[in-house]
């Protein structure tokens, strides 16, 4: 539901488009969704989800198509874990295959929690994300390279962390 089109893939192909899963999505029907997450609680997790998409989706409009603020980057997230780290942690997420994270039953409410406190509690979090890992077999790699991801992106400074985002473009 998430695939990005044709002019925003990869050479693999799994690119995830926030704006595409909230296009599909938003295009279900409530019968649909219920076939597709029978589980209440995870389809409302999907549902909040949806909705931070649909705001990276209206951000898009002011994406900066000549990457001039590349070497900001790091700083951005590491500041917006502490201002929506809901939807930062999205963003970071969605490099790691964010569609097939989205469909574990684990994830997706796991994901929802996040909490909006300081630092501690979001470091707290994150740990709790291993346990996900180990209940999903399928996706357990992929949740364990996130929680380091997230795990980095907490012990860095904001210096550094935009030095690292440079260094990999």
């Not at 990276?56 to 590491?78: D, R």
């Amino acid at each position: 539901m998430g695939t990005a089109s044709k002019g925003r893939q990869d050479a693999t192909g799994d690119v995830f488009s926030p704006a595409q899963f909230v296009t599909e999505w938003n295009g279900l029907s409530p019968r649909a969704k219920s076939a597709l997450f029978p589980d209440g609680e995870h389809r409302a997790a999907i549902n909040d989800l949806a909705t931070v998409m649909d705001g990276m989706k209206k951000a898009q409009l002011f994406e900066n198509t000549l990457k001039t603020g590349i070497a900001v980057g790091g700083s951005a997230h590491l500041a917006g874990f502490t201002v929506a780290p809901l939807t930062t942690t999205l963003l970071v997420a969605s490099e790691f295959g964010l569609g097939k994270l989205l469909a574990s039953p684990g994830f997706a409410p796991w994901l929802a929690r996040t909490p909006a406190q300081s630092n501690s509690a979001l470091r707290l979090h994150v740990t709790r994300l291993g346990n996900v890992a180990g209940r999903e077999a399928v996706i357990g790699a992929d949740i364990k390279a996130l929680q380091e991801r997230l795990r980095e992106a907490f012990g860095q400074s904001p210096v550094r962390a935009a030095a690292n985002d440079k260094e990999q473009d």
